[in-house]
């Protein structure tokens, strides 16, 4: 019996409770995700989950909640999840608060990570029993690497995607990331809306006030200060993994294409050196005062980088096929898992959703084949057919029918 309606934890059988206790002892010393208890999220009533394998494979039609799980997962991790940025969305529909609580060994002990969000209201997190009066603190405690068909976005999209998705890798990296980045969306807020009082007394024929020019320079300086540390963060962090995704991308595309990253920040800068990136910021920002004094924002910033992707020269998103797109994006993310790996020192958690009906054969080995047993993998697919018996023999699978787990039989 894997799993249990509601958790009393003194109900197992004596034989289930010592096979998960060895189970737990062979995987001390990495990251693994022993149980989820999910109450009131999304389609989620009330579902703990007990994950007994190093594979669980999450099969069920469309919307019965295979995704919904996942993003429990990932909200715990990273504190965010890529489906929704209002809280409301997370809570089930008649109720008022949603509650995620995670038990995960690491080479350090066992932890407890808890979440309460709310559809009014902020969020609560507890680690171990005690309330974080900074959410921030809870990142690290579960490290995943999540691939979605979803991800094509990442080529094909806006530079936005581009970004989320290295600020989301940073913050795996060193957990201080998202404060970084926070304060810099902070500052820019600030700066946007004093810019736009500015031109409205502009338009209006009024005077701008002396204060808020004076104001301005401020934040000029808070965007500069604010900016560096994240345009070089970004560039360290696509710097290590560059020859990772080489590697990988070699290997998935059998070593006829060459993967380049390129890292085009809006403000260029050459040495990694806080007060020349500073200064490089503010020199711009003086070249685009006037510009800036038109538009009513800031036209200058990290919040304008671009990542370039280029198979053989050419930009990847104008570049050959889906599958070629596909291989882009899974050598990214195998570069991802193997990144955290090498710099948290503990594998991380791999979710895929949906991806392996998406991958061709070739892809699809590959994949397999590099999560093997190093990684705690939950994967979510509408068929079994494209799992290796090998794989299935060794996998937990569950079903998954409108918002409820079972065993899969
Ligand atoms: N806040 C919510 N309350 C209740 N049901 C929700 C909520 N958010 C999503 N759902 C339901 O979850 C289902 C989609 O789940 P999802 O995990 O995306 O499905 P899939 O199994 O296809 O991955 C839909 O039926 C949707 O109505
Ligand atoms: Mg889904």
Redesign the pocket.
């Known amino acids: 019996m894997a799993i249990a309606p509601s958790y009393s934890g003194k109900s197992q059988p004596w034989q289930y409770a010592t096979i998960r206790t060895l189970f737990w002892e062979l995987t001390k010393g990495v990251m693994y995700l022993q149980t989820l208890h999910l109450r009131n999220f ?2 989620y009533r009330d579902q703990f989950v007990d994950f007994t394998a190093q594979k669980t494979i999450l099969i ?12 429990a997962v990932e909200l715990l991790s990273t504190l965010k999840t890529h489906r929704t940025s209002r809280d ?6 008649e109720a008022a608060i949603a509650s995620l609580q995670a038990r995960i060994s690491r080479s350090y002990g066992v932890a407890e990570l808890n979440a309460v969000v709310r559809s009014r209201g902020r969020r609560t997190f507890s680690l171990n029993g005690e309330t974080l009066r900074r959410h921030i603190d809870a990142l690290g405690t579960i490290n995943a690497v999540q691939f979605s068909c979803l991800d094509l976005d990442l080529v094909r999209g806006g530079p936005d995607n581009r970004r989320n998705w290295i600020d989301g890798l940073l913050v795996q990296l060193e957990p201080i990331y998202a404060h970084v980045s926070q304060q810099y969306q902070q500052v820019l807020k600030q700066r946007n809306a004093l810019l736009k009082k500015m031109r409205k007394l502009d338009r209006d024929g009024e005077v701008i006030p002396q204060e808020s020019r004076q104001e301005l320079l401020l934040w000029d300086t808070q965007l500069a200060a604010a900016g560096s540390r994240v345009t070089r963060r970004r560039s360290r962090g696509l710097e290590r993994l560059l020859p990772l995704a080489q590697a990988w991308h070699r290997d998935i595309s059998g070593d006829t294409e060459h993967l380049t990253i390129t890292y085009n920040p809006n403000v260029s800068w050459t040495e990694d050196d806080p007060h020349k990136v500073q200064q490089a910021f503010l020199e711009k920002i003086e070249q685009r005062r006037t510009a800036e004094k038109h538009q009513g924002s800031s036209m200058v910033g990290t919040h304008r980088d671009e990542i370039d992707f280029e198979i053989n020269g050419t930009p990847a998103r104008f570049y050959g096929s889906q599958g070629q797109q596909r291989t882009l994006v899974l050598a990214l993310k195998l570069a991802e898992l193997q990144l955290i790996e090498e710099i948290i020192g503990e594998p991380p958690l791999l979710l895929l ?2 991806v392996l009906a998406e991958l061709d054969p070739s892809r699809q080995n590959q994949l397999l084949d590099t999560i093997q047993s190093r990684f705690q993998t939950l994967i ?1 697919t509408t068929h079994l057919n494209s799992f290796a018996a090998d794989w299935l023999k060794h996998s937990q699978i569950l079903t ?1 029918e ?2 409820r787990l079972q065993n899969f039989s």
């Open positions: 999304r389609n069920g039609n469309n919307a019965q909640g295979k995704s919904n799980l996942l993003e409301a969305d997370l809570v089930q529909k959703d949906d979510t998954v409108q918002g």
